[in-house]
């Protein structure tokens, strides 16, 4: 492989990785506080894909990217308070199988209101026009997806490191109980980590619908079950953990075939090697904590 | 201050609190002693909200200068934010919380920022190893120095009334007179009530106001508390004759 091949390789890992990453950090910060798997997570991605699909007739993309964010991030909150909030009490399982029903229901629900029918995404034409960097001709959006990722990472690890909502997340995820004696409304909290992880998973499906340019309603499916492989092999509670599994998937897939083209047919089965082989040897994954219960 | 009317306390088949009455008064240090398993815990965990099924009679709030509320079925977040903070049995320090983030957490029912910062510095000027070790992760703390945070972490709310659950539990000796110490100027200088759940009961018979002595869930005796240190009953039971 020629070095420009490679460094082209490298950006696509990035962005590939960073898709993953965005979409696990859902996962990981609900499975922090509730120690449960939100499976309806990647039809939250899929639905921020259609949301800007629609907004955008309307309004100019900036515009329609945020409309897709907020709405996304509503439907995450409005999926918890109706499907989980009602479950807190009861044992994790029925949580499990409420979140694979709700799952089912978004995407059924796209069938019907969207159609089944794949539709051209929305891609600002700059962003996929090439340009040349030094030898390469790359696109825009190689380098602006790990880009805005970066900068969305950044903006959710000052919001959990540097605010008081940050700092009762962090503490029910460890003692919820205590956290609630100290005057912390846990609901609230709750919510805000729906709503959180659910407008990265937006953001991360109007980024997917520009380098993959078709949305339909089952799109979030494989995504979000290789996140969620991700968001394991990182360690699930950890953000850091998140972005460094969802980094590290996007590596393995893109190089894997890069190096060995025959292999591009198993694309989707790298992720389950990879958590098999990280499993083996760090079975609380990259960054988890060690002692602590897992579904 | 707190009134408990014909407190009940179940779990399950287990009666675990079963119908006591209490009272503290503004400005008072209350104790409630009793060997293992009395309900003492279950007590002031009912209190806080901590306790949700089978609880029963009254639980009777007069905050100062305020009217007189019924915390039954308060949340725990709500109870905190009329005034009572609890320091729990264990210390439940959250442990990848630093010490200064752990106090922080204490102070999340308030809005005024300014003064939470000013409240730390008081915090501190009690437990000045405490400030030495604001960066430390609280789990990295000695089991003495935990309890010190605990009892800060609580005082940060600025409650009224400071609830605390054997706060001597596990202490040097040394230590344990530190901390009664400390309870006694939380409640002359800065005016807090408290009700003080001990194992100790020479030490905190001799700082309380009042006490109540709880035998399985019933209250068998109360007063004074210096009176119940020469209670001759009490002498034999808790005193060690
Ligand atoms: N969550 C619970 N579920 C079932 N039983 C409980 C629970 N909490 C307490 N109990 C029971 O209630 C009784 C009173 O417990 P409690 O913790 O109030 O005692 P305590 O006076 O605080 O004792 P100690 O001095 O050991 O802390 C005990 O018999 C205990 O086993
Ligand atoms: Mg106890």
Known sequence: MSFELFVQNVFNSMTVGSLYALIAI?????????????????????????????AEMLVPWPVAALIAIAGASLLGILVDQTAYRPLREAPRISALISAIGVSFLLENLAVVVFTGLPRPAVQPAWMVRPIAVGGLRVLPLTFLVPLVTAALVMGLLYVVYRTRPGLAMRAISRDIETTRMMGVSINRIIALTFGLGSALAAAAGIMWAM????????????????????????????????????????????????????????????????????????????????????? | MLELIDL??????????????????PGEIVTLIGANGAGKSSTVRAVAGLVRGGLGGRILHTPPGGETVSLAGLPPEKIVARGLALCPEGRRILPHLTVAENLELGAYSRSDRKAVAGDKELVYALFPLLKERHWQPGGTLSGGEQQMLAVGRALMSRPDLLMLDEP??????????????????????????????????????????????????????????????????????????
């Open chain 1, 211 to 295: 380098r993959y340019p078709q949305i339909h309603p089952y799109m979030g499916v494989f995504p979000g079950f290789k996140a969620f492989i991700a968001a394991v092999v990182g360690g699930i509670g950890s953000i850091r953990g998140a972005v460094l599994g969802g980094l590290l998937l996007g590596t393995v897939e893109v190089m894997a075939i890069a190096f060995n083209p025959t292999l591009s047919g198993y694309r989707d089965a790298f992720a389950f090697v990879l958590l098999i082989v990280i499993l083996i040897f760090m079975p609380t994954g990259l960054l988890g904590e060690k002692n602590k219960d897992k579904i």
């Open chain 2, 168 to 241: 001597s539990l596990g202490l040097a000796p040394i230590l344990v007179r530190e901390i009664f110490q400390i309870i006694r100027r939380i409640n002359q200088e800065e005016g807090r009530t408290i009700l003080l759940i001990e194992q100790n009961a020479h030490a905190a018979l001799s700082i309380a106001h009042q006490a109540y002595i709880l035998e399985v869930g019933n209250i068998v005796l109360s007063g004074p508390g210096r009176e119940l240190l020469h209670d001759p009953k009490v002498k034999e039971a808790y005193l060690g004759g």
């Open chain 1, 26 to 54: 859902g996962y990981t910060m609900v499975y922090g506080i509730l120690r449960f798997i939100n499976f309806a997570h990647g039809d939250v991605f899929m639905v921020g894909a259609y949301l800007i699909f629609f």
């Open chain 2, 8 to 25: 009940h306390v179940r779990y399950g088949g287990i009666h675990a609190v079963q119908g006591i009455s209490l009272r503290v008064r």
